[in-house]
């Protein structure tokens, strides 16, 4: 968080000739970077921005510009620096995930486990008022799936297509804050609210903030984003799925059933997530066809026995949502770069538009592309070209391709006033001519 975006990267200075650069010289501009505020910063970011660009070479340049724009794909997660900070400093994983999650600082937890080994990261305690890592969830094609991973009994919660809240309440204070572990207090003045007419005095909560309409359904996520941010219309309430601490005892270590119970000892049932609890397949499909009735997203399946964790993805929490398909047609496409340099990468994909012919671009992606597919669209898209550019190659919008998607939402950046969240590619339709690919109001239904 350091205000430096894609605009800011305009007009970069030529890289330089030789290497200079340290961790440390970036981390220090970074952390300058974020630390201006008020008149003049943002005059002064740019300098600062000239600075560190303009002492990069070309390689380094596309590093600093992938990271400041979350574009640099690198798999150095949470999970798995975890682990390696386990491994330096010759500790239990689990130790580790465990400091990671009541700390929410990777790298305080670095610094503890590396010079004071595992009595440092013992001292790690849960403190309301101040944020934890959230867990996560990985993903399942299906419900099927997701109950192998979980085993039964098993929880199907209603996965809302929200804002991750963690909520504190220590007497009349009480504190929101985001996945990231952002302060979203002052945002979300209804949430404090309604935690503050729970009947305890210390707790804290996990869950969701969810716009909902005049007629009870969830909004899109865009408005309840921009509502989070800014008063807009529409109501902001929170729904909680878990509880970490209750009036001084905490929980985190507990089973998830024991924890849900005090869940729902404390907070009423119309501030919880719908949770149905399944011995089998199908009691979860059940559930799943359920929450998607009522205008979720999917659903998430959860172990009962399994203690609240973090860092890594496991096995504890699945996700699964409907998997949406459209076949579309590449309108142009990126020169890659790192791994795929030389290689044609990201996708311009556009919806056939039925009244005034042509095409509606509705995005970019070149997630889901293996080596193999990269090779091939190379070849055959520069046998498509009509204009190739240093960056962008735009071609004849003949070659369809099937995307997989987990939404739509609205967007100011496309034509067609809509955008594909999560678009991957899964294969290419070359039995298929573009004038049978899916219309701009094939997608505008889904929204």
Known sequence: QIGLGYAGLRDLPPPAEAATLTVRDVDTAFESMGALSGQGSQARRRELVHRLFGA?????????????????????QAGLLADAIAVAALVPAGTIRRALLLAGDLKL????????????????????????????????????????ATG???AVDDKLDGVRIQVHREGETVAVFSRSLDDLTGRM?????QVLRLPVARVVLDGEALAVGPDGRPMPFQDTASRSMRRESGSLRAYFFDALHVDGSDL???????????????????????????????????????????????????AAEAAYDVGRRGSAWVKVKPRHTLDLVVLAVEWGHGRRTGKLSN?????????GGGFVMLGKT????????????????????????DWVVKVRPELVVEVAFDGVQRSTRYPGGVALRFARVLRYREDKPASEADTIDAVLALL
């Open 56 to 76: 990069a070479t070309v390689d380094e340049q596309r590093m600093l510009g992938g990271l400041v724009t979350g574009e640099l794909r690198q798999g150095a």
């Open 109 to 148: 937890v670095a610094v503890a486990a590396l010079l004071g080994g595992a009595p440092a990261l013992a001292e790690f305690a849960l403190t309301v008022g101040r944020p934890i890592a959230p867990m996560l969830a990985q993903s399942a094609a299906d419900v099927g799936t997701a109950l192998a």
């Open 189 to 193: 003045p209804e949430v404090v609210q």
């Open 347 to 355: 996708l311009h994909l556009g919806a056939r538009d039925p009244r």
């Open 152 to 154: 039964v009994p098993a």
């Open 366 to 389: 070149f997630k889901g592309l293996t080596d193999q597919m990269l090779a091939w669209q190379t070849e055959k898209l520069l046998s498509l070209a009509v204009e190739r550019g």
């Open 252 to 302: 985190i270590d507990e089973p998830g059933a024991v924890r849900w119970a005090a869940l729902d000892e404390v907070v009423p049932e119309e501030m919880r997530v719908r949770r149905v609890m399944v011995s089998g397949e199908a009691e979860a499909e059940a559930a799943f066809q359920a929450s998607l009735s009522a205008g979720h997203e999917g659903v998430v399946v959860k």
